[in-house]
């Protein structure tokens, strides 16, 4: 036993002096710390590349809603596309008369709403109302033709008149429609 002890203990003492001497305890793991930051930060570099490629393809897809759409850009009543995901309703389309007359939520920035359900847009208690007729309208499939309250650019109260149906696209994706008919002053 006395041996063993003995030589780790050497063996220890060897390894002191030649640290002591020639530092190389510190230049190792200098030389592991130099190299692993290499790799993060090439790591780092390919996570931009990564997400720069998705911020493009996100905007190319919003644009292709567009495209797809187009049926309504022309059409001079406010329209909106939402597609249900999980509990969400995430808006994929919006036509120009709707950014017309509710565009002063958003800075008249289409892209700032497309890929945002209610509630990333609206106020709480607006988006809540928003919410529960488009789950009414998702759930039944019935078209419901109902008023809401909103507030317009002026900050005066104003009551829409909005009609809502659903559409199932390809036995998956539910989406449901919007149109304001008509806007109110609210006594």
Do not use: C
Request: proline share 3%; aromatic share 12%; hydrophobic share 35%.
């Amino acid at each position: 036993m006395k041996k063993i002890g003995y030589k780790a203990e050497s063996i220890l003492h060897k390894v002191s002096n030649l640290e002591k001497k020639h530092k190389i305890i510190t230049y190792l793991s200098l030389l592991f710390l130099t190299t692993s930051t290499y790799f993060l930060r090439t790591e780092n570099q390919q996570i931009k590349l990564d997400y720069i490629t998705i911020k493009e393809r996100n905007q190319h897809l919003k644009e292709n809603m567009i495209i797809f759409n187009r049926n309504y850009e022309n059409f001079p009543q406010p329209i909106w596309q939402k597609v249900k995901r999980g509990n969400r309703f995430i808006i994929q389309y919006i036509n120009p008369a709707y950014v017309k007359k509710f565009g002063h939520t958003f800075k008249d920035d289409i892209y700032q709403v497309i890929g945002k359900d209610n509630f990333d847009i609206w106020p709480k208690k607006t988006a809540q109302i928003f919410y529960e007729n488009d789950v009414a309208v998702s759930v039944t499939g019935i078209e419901l033709e109902i008023e809401e309250d909103f507030v317009d650019k002026n900050n005066k109260p104003t009551i829409l008149d909005v009609v809502k149906w659903r559409s199932i696209r390809d036995y998956k994706d539910t989406l449901v429609y919007g149109m304001v008919r008509g806007i109110r002053e609210k006594k």
